[in-house]
């Protein structure tokens, strides 16, 4: 039931987000029996943020948009993640803060039994701030669900 | 008043962290004029989590503990970190889950701008699941605050 | 002080809301005592929510909307049903999700004391998911609060 | 993709927990392919409300405790049934207060579409309030999840 | 249904608190039909201060035991206004810091309407950090509730 | 390293909004070293609270807006302040209720170490309810920094 260390997919979702290469890095996973896409999405509306993610996510074969229980799967790492991000309330424009957001969805089995199945890992990796430019930090936000 | 692509402090910090090497990449960090340390701690208790990372960056000349701004800047840092780790409630063991995580404090001036000052980087790497072995999947945290 | 077992009010407003024949078995109820009212409502907006509950508890004569303790004891109860539909944070389509909720207000003593006086509870049942049809599944709540 | 009226497993796990013959209304719900389990727990400590669910789902069958990804997704759903008994904070003793709560887990496929596979649905009744006896209301709370 | 400019609970409450004879101040308000109380308690531990500001209510007659609607009222204003205190999770020891507070609870009729019967204000005032003398910053918090 | 007795700037900052004389007051603390402003905001969206005292302390002169970590300082204070206002959710209007806000923001040094430089505090006083007039009650929050 461990982790396989090589398999550990949340280290390889950010690590992908925060590679100078991101495309060729996510080519080199695809080889290895992952499923993966990368994206970005700026917004002061949360609820554009995760419908960026989602469509991405469907778009690129990694969710089944027809199958609930995927989409179920992907909507509570996508939230899950942007606690991460948002630290206290998930809310960024409501409470005056835009967000500009890298993103990575990561789909497979980290696990060194196969009945473990498929999981799936979202990333994301950018800055908070005042909508004005400069006034921003970083911030980072992994959710990881089974799928 | 923008952040230097050179000097975003919170990928370095995960960076740091995600590390193979990471006792090297601290000390080419400390080469560019950053103060860091990095360390472990499992436990049940959030707040062991919050006294390990404090302990480590007072020991270690991060922070200067008879300054409570410093450490008032630390503190908040931790715990937004902390969110991005349990995603909802900052409880660990109260809901009956464990944490097991590497950590990186990271402190200087991401800014181009002199007057922004040092800021303080947390993050924080690992697992949290069940207190069963292997019942767990991995977690991130990262949280950022002037100092 | 005790719970009177034939008179607890959750248990009433969730079976109510859970019955074949909402408005038969309301009748009962209204026949023993307690005022109660029943409606539907979907929305994305948390606040649409809010308001369908109060216009129906107000015309239905279960709150006099003239006496502000009235109206706040509601209005937690409602928040506190909200916070069992949403499970984290109470927003909905601000998170892109939305729901389709029937409710009950029911006010009444379930009390063996009659100092007690009247309590109010709010039942919602319903679904909640993406704003995509099947892609849903239900969720409950029920706030309980003095009047 | 559509929720199936006759499956709705939410709303057979609330009924299930509120009948006055749940082992009755438990078998039939067996004979329909569902997997289920009742029982009690009071406690001032959120832990063991979880541990007292888990520990019975495991016993009963409901999920394999030796995967991962059961264990999650029964997890999940009882921390998002806490959202319900809890209201905001997802603590019981540690701001005094206390629960007395039946519980039903709930096993099997609400759907049309046999693709969605197992669901599992945590239903939690019962009282919450000062550890004083009578000083107390009801309280309810839902969790599901994909398994 | 307006609030009474001269019977403003909540800024009555927080004046006794902040007063330089609080004992004085608190007789004069008893003598324009209020009843209150005020005390102090240091704690790591939330449910120390729920039941330290419960006790003082109880002993000076603000509230009623035996009526569990008054003990209702009361702790809903407790714990909202710990969320003053505590900005953001309701947990003090358990994410390693201290509060000192200082607390007033006032009972009366705020409002120009008789119908609107008596409300309970909780104000609380004091420090909050970590548990090193001198690593703290004021804190407050003010609920009120109808009784 | 303590908080120095007569500059707890919190205690400055709430009697500052709570005083019959505000104008007047501020000016006594003006010559006292600190800086400070006052001002009003109504609304149902939380960004219009936050970017009313955003402004009122910009242009004041409280904080440099071309300074990061000074704004970022400000944003914090504010958001914790908003905690106490909302009690459990940073929202609104999102949830059906207004708000009607006197504000004060002050900023010096309130302990006896020069090391400790400056902090901001920011009180918030007024009523919360829902959007008809009368049917409201006070509400207080107050967030303390260093900047």
């Given at each position: 039931m461990s982790l396989n260390k090589d398999r550990r997919i949340g280290r390889h979702?950010?690590?992908l987000l925060l590679s100078d290469h991101p495309a060729e890095q996510l080519k080199k996973l695809e080889q290895s029996k992952w499923k993966g896409c990368i994206g970005k999405v700026g917004s002061m509306d949360a609820h554009k943020v995760v419908a960026a993610i989602e469509t991405a996510?469907?778009?690129n074969g990694i969710v089944r948009s027809d199958v609930y229980r995927?989409?179920?799967a992907l909507y509570h790492a996508i939230i899950e993640a942007l606690h991460g991000i948002t630290r206290g309330q998930v809310?960024?424009?409501?409470i005056l803060r835009t967000v500009g957001l890298s993103f990575a969805v990561l789909r497979g089995n980290p696990y060194d039994n196969e009945l473990e199945g498929?999981?799936?890992?979202v990333a994301l990796y950018g800055t908070i701030g005042a909508p004005v430019k400069g006034s921003e930090h970083e911030t980072i936000g992994l959710g990881i669900n089974h799928i």
């Open positions: 979702a950010i690590l996510a469907k778009k995927e989409m179920h809310q960024i424009g409501s498929d999981w799936v890992a």
